[in-house]
């Protein structure tokens, strides 16, 4: 009886202690599936919270001038996603593109180039003659394809990148300015076709190739070949930003790279955005290749604010070892060839420069109406690291001239514009711009063309006169058509060798002209 009450107190105690471990089992898994609940509670309310915010988001449409140069927090590789668009994407990685194509007339033009970005001397050229009316690429923006991707790699942290290369739809032809400088080679004015000096020289991503990381409250950091900040300030803040044909700023290109074309776009580059409520700033480098190479160290700042409708950014610049390409005279290319230099994919000549810029841009919306504004200021030195013959220039073509002393006297170029754009309806919108482009004398004291004023010397004072008009009516959702035209003309000093000036026809003494209207259809996608 004894060892049969001893044997029950035990299976008592046993299965006690097995009740008591059993219990404190559910209740640690009580605690942790109420913790598991809160954690999931907290994060269905964050989710919910931002697909309200996505949902009651407007609709970002993304123009092909947006796509090259934003001035959203971050650039095209990070643009905001509208609802039920029909972005061409897959997993976040989506295939754009532009293509632009029309014809046009003008008065004092060249032969159409197949190479350069701008295929056609929309702006009035040195080599600008005789009258043109044919085939007008690239007119109200440049035709290009791309690949761009954002990923959430954690918690509102995005990996980013952007490759993208433009071409000229009438040949197919991958855009090269310097290129189509190199074409021109040996030629006199009046043999040349339409050639223009750019940072696109035919390499496979010629407009961007660059990968980040970004962050809507930390910012955007990224690198590899980017635009400029002072291609992105330009292309924004000017009415009619992105028109080869009827923008001075985007047909001549160095007002986005601070004093030269070659610089829009930066190689090795780092570029970091962040924003601070309604206050932005960039900041930017290109790295220099090392050794006799035309990439140079570069350095940009900006610090821009939105308000009420209302924006404006302010930015600063240095750019050493600017290059202006143009194209060898006869004897410089039997020079060259004597010398035996390297011929890479092309040889060509141009000045040198170390070039300080500062530019302001403003824009502000009401209603129907945006009005635009801006003013630059480039200063052109003599490098203080000069170029050899041989240099190393974007795309594998080789300085075999370069011109390290053309700036005697600091030349100062300033820039000012104004634009206003109007929707007459959600659909057509109508444009207009003028620019006003003027430089100091700068040759040498005492020289013979000291404090010049006339077209004697590219050394003189000038002045360059640009007024455009666009009509722009988007029919369906990826086409639109326009129609336009731009008069320019430079006088003085920036007249210097044009043919205009130097008896031919057309002949306006210190002065020459160019008008080009035009028409064309836009596929975007």
């Known amino acids: 009886m004894k060892k049969t009450f001893i044997s029950a ?78 972005d061409l994407c897959i997993k976040g990685i989506c295939v754009y593109g532009n293509i632009d194509m029309g014809v046009t007339y003008q008065n004092h033009g060249a032969p159409l180039s197949p190479l350069a970005v701008g295929p056609l001397d929309y702006l009035v050229s040195k080599n600008s003659n005789g009258a043109y009316f044919g085939a007008g690429p690239n007119q109200l923006s440049t035709s290009f394809i791309g690949l761009r991707g954002k990923q959430e790699i954690a918690d509102n942290l995005y990996a980013v990148f952007n490759l993208q290369t433009q071409f000229d739809p009438a040949s197919g032809s991958t855009s090269s300015g310097i290129g189509s400088v190199a074409q021109n080679n040996g030629l006199t004015a009046a043999q040349q076709n339409a050639f223009s000096d750019s940072s696109k020289a035919g390499q496979m991503f010629n407009n961007a190739a660059y990968f980040g990381l970004s962050s809507p409250t930390f910012g955007t950091l990224t690198m590899g070949r980017q635009s400029a900040l ?115 994919n092309g040889q060509v000549a141009g000045n040198v420069s170390d070039n300080t810029v500062f530019q302001v841009g403003a824009r502000y919306t009401i209603g129907a109406w945006k009005l635009f504004a801006g003013y630059e200021h480039i200063d052109f030195a003599n490098p203080n690291n000069p170029l050899a013959p041989g240099a190393f220039l974007d795309g594998g073509y080789i300085l075999t001239n370069p011109n390290n002393a053309n700036f005697p006297n600091d030349k100062i170029l300033q820039t000012a514009w104004i634009g206003v754009k109007y929707s007459v309806t959600s659909t057509l919108d109508v444009t207009g711009s003028y620019y006003h482009e003027w430089q100091n004398a700068f040759a040498a004291t005492g020289s013979a063309n000291a404090g010049c004023s006339t077209v004697v010397s590219s050394q003189c004072s000038g002045a360059l006169d640009a007024v455009s008009l666009v009509v722009d009516w988007r029919f369906a959702r990826h ?35 160019s008008v080009d209207p035009g028409i064309g259809l836009r596929y975007q996608f």
């Open 230 to 344: 002072s291609s992105d300030l330009v292309t924004n803040y000017d009415a009619l930003g992105g028109a080869n044909a009827f923008s001075l700023l985007t047909y001549q290109g160095g007002n986005g790279g601070g004093g030269d074309t070659e610089d829009r776009i930066y190689d090795n580059s780092f570029e970091y955005r962040v924003n601070v409520g309604p206050v932005r700033f960039a900041a930017e480098t290109q790295l220099r290749n090392g050794g006799n190479s035309g990439t140079g160290n570069a350095f940009e700042g900006d610090v821009g604010f939105d308000y009420m409708g209302f924006s404006i950014d302010f930015l600063g610049g240095k750019i050493y070892d600017a290059v202006s390409a143009s194209p060898l005279s006869a004897a410089q290319v039997s020079a060259a060839n004597a010398l035996g230099l390297a011929t890479g």
């Open 479 to 513: 086409m639109d058509m326009y129609a336009g035209a731009m008069w320019s003309q430079v006088q003085n000093g920036l007249a210097n060798g044009f043919l205009q000036t130097n008896g031919t026809p057309g002949n306006t003494g210190n002065k020459a002209n």
């Open 9 to 86: 107190a035990a299976v008592l105690a046993f299965a006690a202690a097995a009740h008591a471990d059993e219990l404190s089992d559910i209740q640690s898994q009580a605690r942790q599936l109420r913790d598991q609940n809160a954690a999931m509670t907290r994060r269905l309310a964050d989710l919910e919270k931002r697909q309200k915010a996505l949902e009651t988001q407007k609709p970002v449409t993304i123009n092909p001038v947006d796509a090259m140069a934003a001035d959203l927090p971050y650039k095209a590789a990070v643009k905001a996603k509208a609802p039920e668009n029909d």
